[in-house]
């Protein structure tokens, strides 16, 4: 078995991806794709990994290994095979997966911390925690990132009790670097495969991402993928699309994404698709700066070991 995080990151899909996999859990299922709802794994993966603290999974400490919906229950021993099969027991009830997907932004850290200082600069050592509860059992990390210059204003205005001021003074705009992110996952679980790809990009790339996170076969033809498009193009523009491609079956992804990007172009919803910019001081040369920089930090993201980068 595979355990696949969806990491998020926060301001980016908004759940859109787990909720799409949740509507096809059965057709994914039947290539044993494991999608359980968050509720089931959310708290109790929280719970555990904040119990055993950073430490070896192997070490005698004391262990959530099951949690009832009222409360949970604590066992002194290590996490080992009997003790990860009691938490998986919470999570999924089938006998047995191939891939269980777990998905939650808050995997990384909570919107408060998530430009503190850096970009999610606990990200590494959160993750380590996660994955040592289940140290026997093969992991993936899958993420989306955001160029700094709109995820800075969208995270301040989903966090909540920390005032502009307050917001303003622990950030450092111009430095966020989404690589010493992703740097601090690979050099906190060595070996553990990452796939990045732009929020930016997310419109184009969706059957791909999907794809990349719930590991189907060209076999399966997921449902309800268009709900993205749906949101950010005009009912005519899905529509002449929709029926563009019906006569007109695209070879290959980088075909549909030509197809997709040229009726954006021409249907795309501006209040969907453009972002305002409104905190103090954000200014159209410092946005084409924090822009540029991110257009850096994105082609050495590409060229990091361990990284799978999917692009248009």
């Not at 044993?32 to 089931?40: D, L, Q, R």
């Not at 070896?56 to 604590?74: C, E, K, L, M, W």
């Not at 419109?203 to 060209?218: D, F, K, M, R, T």
Request: charge should be negative.
């Amino acid at each position: 078995m595979r355990i696949v995080y969806h990491l998020g990151a926060h301001c980016t899909d908004e759940e859109r991806l787990l909720r799409c996999l949740l509507k096809n859990r059965g057709i994914l299922a039947k290539e044993g794709i494991i999608v359980p709802g968050p509720a089931k794994y959310r708290d109790l993966l929280r719970d555990t990994a904040m119990t055993l603290k950073g430490r070896p999974a192997d070490q005698d400490t004391f262990n959530v290994i099951a949690v009832s919906r009222s409360r949970s229950r604590y066992f002194a021993g290590p996490a080992d095979q009997d003790t990860q099969a009691l938490v998986l027991d919470q999570i999924m009830s089938e006998d047995r997966a191939e891939r269980l997907i777990l998905s939650w932004e808050n995997f990384i850290g909570y919107t408060r911390g998530a430009v503190r200082g850096s970009l999610y600069k606990s990200a590494g050592e959160r993750m380590q925690a996660f994955c040592q509860i289940f140290p026997g059992i093969e992991t993936e990390f899958h993420l989306a990132i955001r160029n700094p210059a709109t995820f800075i204003p969208a995270v301040f205005h989903k966090q909540r009790g920390l005032t502009l001021d307050e917001f303003l003074k622990e950030i450092d705009a111009q430095g966020m670097r989404w690589s010493d992110t992703i740097a601090s996952l690979v050099d906190s679980n060595p070996g553990v495969p990452i796939t990045v790809w732009c929020d930016e990009d997310t419109p184009l790339l969706w059957p791909e991402i999907l794809q990349a996170v719930s590991g189907h076969s060209n076999a399966i033809t997921l449902e309800d993928t268009d709900d993205l498009l749906a949101s950010i193009m005009s009912d005519d523009g899905m529509q002449r699309m929709s029926a563009y491609l019906a006569s007109h079956p695209p070879q290959g992804a980088p075909q549909r994404q030509r197809i997709v990007s040229a009726f954006l172009d021409k249907f795309a919803r501006p209040e969907k698709i453009e972002v305002e910019l409104d905190l103090p001081g954000w200014t159209e040369p410092l946005v084409a700066r924090m822009t540029e920089a991110y257009d850096h930090d994105v082609s050495r993201i590409i060229a990091m070991d361990g990284v799978r980068f999917l692009a248009p």
